[in-house]
Every structure is written in structure tokens, then in C-alpha cells.
């Protein structure tokens, strides 16, 4: 007797959870990268304390708060961006990050944008493209 | 007497807050416009119930769940995707969401990119770049 068996293989694909990614790591403002879309990168930090000056000249650049409370410092304004919320920085404008407690955001920006801008060297620089 | 007031003006910004924006619509499966990085744009939806099998053939596509529960099926396999988590479609891969209850999602993908994509004369074909 033959038996057919037939198997018809249903792949799960796994979403991108992001406490799971924020379990991974602990350092403050170092950017790591989660996904991609096209050129475009989705990057995640933990952020406290000041960070410092800088500009991203060739892109806007987009932050969404997960978790907690940030601030952004522009040399005329304040922005406050709190969980559930977003805000994007134009291309050009000199902005300076803080969030007084740890918070989790998210960053959305084309691949190979430096996070301190046109300051390459400041102590803050992080290595490019680091993946979790 | 002179007194010289110096008024020095701190600009407000306002961010954009998510729970806000999905207040202000209630229709299904219609992406509206809440921003853009440089040709990029964030869309909300709200979702319930199965969408069409499309294509986008020319860019991948970032789905982030903000509120529910979905899923994408694909034509070899499935994903779920919750709260809290985000899933990227591949350009050019056929795709299927579907929401068994009301979800918030959020999109992220190149200005211009039509809901059901290839099948531009689909009942469920929303007007492109419609913000709020």
C-alpha cells in the first residue's frame, strides 16, 4: 500500500518585539538597530541625562517616545515627547536631546546617519549599525 | 526712567501624540498621514477584519501595532503581530493583514505607496496622502 503524505509547511515569522530588544542591552544613548525598510533604519535607545548639541544636515529624523519622557532643545523652542507620541526633527536644525529618567525611544532615519551628527568625534559618537 | 525689556521667546513645540490623532477618525483600513521624514511618511490605521492579497512591488512596508492584535498572512506562512511590537514586509512579496478586533497600526513607507497596492481599483483603495 503507498501512503502519500502530503506536507504543506506553514512558516511562522516572528514580529520584532521591543521590550525584548531593550532586555539586550543597558547603556544609554547608543543606538542600535532592530530593522530596516529600504535605506531607512529603525534604531533603539535607552536615553538619561544630557545629550549634546548637534545637527543631521542631509535628513530629517524621526523620535518616538516607548517609554518614559524626553525633551528636545532647539535654539529657539522645547519640544516634550512623551510614550505614545513622536516628533520629527528637520533636516538642518540644531538639536540638543535630555530626558531627565531612563526612557526608551525609537529613531527612524536612513541608514548611516551618525548619532552625533556632524560632531564625529564627541564622546557621545556611537559606532554605526550596530544590530540586536 | 528707560527699562528695556528684553522678551526672549521660547517656542512650544508640540509632538505628535497617536491616541490623539486616532480620535479624530473611525473608518477602517484608511491610512491617514501623521508626518514625514524627508519622502517618508507615518500613517495610522485603524483596522478590523481581512483585508485583499496585495503586492507592493517597489518597497518594503513597516507595520507597527500600537493597540490589538494582527495578523499578515503570506502566501507561504503567517505572522502576529501585538501591541508592541513591528513586522517589515518585503518589497514585492504578496501579504494579506487581517485584524479579528479593532487594532491601531501605524506604517511607515515611502510617499506615494497606494493601501492595496498593485490592485489599485480595489473596493478597499484609499486616497493617498490624505493627512489629519
Redesign the interface.
Known sequence: MLILVLKF???????????EKFNQFSDYWKPKV?????N?Q?KIAKIKGEFIWHTHPE????FIV?NGEIKIE?R???????Q?????VP?GVEHKPSSENESQIML???RGVVNTGENKSSNFTYENDVWI
Chains 1, 2 share one sequence.
Open positions: 509547511t506553514i512558516m511562522n515569522y516572528n514580529p520584532i518585539n521591543f521590550s532592530i530593522s530596516e525598510i529600504n531607512y529603525f535628513t530629517d529624523e524621526a516607548l532647539f529657539d523652542g522645547i519640544v516634550k515627547i512623551k505614545g507620541e513622536m516628533f520629527v533636516a527612524i532615519e536612513p
